[in-house]
């Protein structure tokens, strides 16, 4: 079964229209993860939540938000979506942010946003 | 500067043939972390291993073996007898010691299994 789910598995939206990314997680991990995948590139880290602690990357755009109102979910909202902002978002979850055991991030399947 | 080179852009192989995906690693730290991923076709991102700096033993996992070797910095994967599901993109990623959330990635490695 899924552990961390996201929804849609595909979004379009236009142009400048505000859309919302959701990830859920049953693993009751503490940490979760947004990042942005473009074709054939690496995961790029956008922000992450330690528990509601808000950890935004330096060179992640302003259009780009986050909430986490809870353990299990997490929400990525574009303000303005840019024909730049097409890509794979993933969503990731780790039990801990740091420590000797240092746990993999354990991914959901992503949503593939499109921007007509 | 912590740095992961995957120079393999992209391997075809006949399916059945064994083949090892090279990840190169730069790092200052005494105290990381090593990762391999999988990701299919489909999307999602599959955490295939872990290993920490003060473990060079080699790992085996049915198919999938590991190779990790700190006098190169390197921790290679090879799979053995290689099936079509193989087919993915694998990186490889680095994580300090005291820091699970930034993960130093790999450009990835595009494996393709032919039938």
């Known amino acids: 079964d899924a552990m961390v789910i996201q929804n849609p598995r595909y979004q379009v939206t236009q142009f400048g229209k505000p859309v919302t990314l959701s990830c859920s997680q049953t693993?009751?991990?503490?940490?979760m993860y947004w990042y942005q995948q473009k074709s054939s590139q690496a995961p790029k880290l956008l922000f992450h939540?330690?528990?509601?602690?808000?950890?935004n990357e330096a060179d992640t755009p302003d259009n780009f938000q986050s909430r986490r109102p809870n353990t299990s979910f997490c929400f990525l909202d574009i303000r303005s979506p840019g024909l730049g902002d097409a890509a794979m978002y993933l969503c990731?979850?780790?039990?801990?942010?740091?420590?000797?055991?240092?746990?993999?991030?354990?991914f959901g399947d992503g949503t593939r946003l499109s921007i007509l | 500067a912590q740095k992961v080179t995957q120079a393999q852009t992209e391997i075809s192989v006949v399916e059945k043939e064994d083949v090892t995906l090279d990840c190169v690693y730069e790092?200052?730290?005494?105290?990381?972390?090593l990762f391999w991923y999988k990701q299919p076709p489909s999307g999602e991102l599959v955490f295939l291993i872990r290993r920490n700096s003060f473990d060079e033993q080699n790992e085996i996992s049915g198919r999938y073996s590991w190779n990790f070797q700190k006098s190169t910095s390197s921790f290679n994967f090879t799979i053995t007898a290689s099936q079509v599901v193989d087919s993915a993109v694998y990186f490889c990623a680095l994580s300090r010691g005291d820091s699970n959330y930034q993960l130093i990635w790999g450009a990835g490695t595009k494996l393709i299994i032919k039938p």
């Open positions: 693993l009751n991990h503490n940490v």
């Open positions: 790092t200052r730290d005494t105290t990381y972390y």
């Open positions: 939540y330690y528990d509601k602690d808000f950890n």
């Open positions: 990731a979850t780790s039990r801990e942010r740091a420590g000797n055991s240092n746990q993999p991030q354990h």
